[in-house]
């Protein structure tokens, strides 16, 4: 099994960021990536808010937190279709399981 290092390639957040946004994802699933810009402010809004509650200093733009989802979503995408594939050895990436629980349906 090859296991991508996910983690290496976002320097800018910790693993504890990521799986507080994938709770609160998974909270308020569906959270699309096509909302407007006005309601990603909120969303920032909250979950810079939560992150807060949950002594995590970082801050976050909506844009950041919208291509977060974005890039998480991708590597999901990524790993299931290349699983898929007969005679491909299996991936995973730290987060897989997590985010199969929201998309995997």
């Known amino acids: 099994m090859y296991l991508y290092n996910y983690e290496r ?3 800018n957040w910790s693993d504890a960021e990521i799986c507080f946004l994938i709770e609160s994802w998974k909270d308020h ?5 096509r909302q ?5 402010e ?3 809004r909250e979950l810079n808010s939560l992150l807060r509650e949950q002594g995590l200093a970082s801050i976050h733009t909506a ?11 991708e590597e999901y ?7 898929s594939k007969r005679r ?7 987060y897989y399981e997590e ?3 929201i998309l995997g349906c």
């Open 9 to 11: 390639s976002l320097p």
């Open 29 to 33: 699933h569906p959270i699309s990536k």
């Open 36 to 40: 407007n810009s006005a309601v990603w």
């Open 42 to 44: 909120s969303i920032a």
């Open 63 to 73: 844009t950041q937190w919208k291509s977060k989802i974005k890039n998480l979503e």
């Open 77 to 83: 995408k990524r790993v299931k279709d290349h699983n």
């Open 88 to 94: 491909n050895d299996h991936e995973s990436f730290t």
């Open 99 to 101: 985010l199969n629980e």
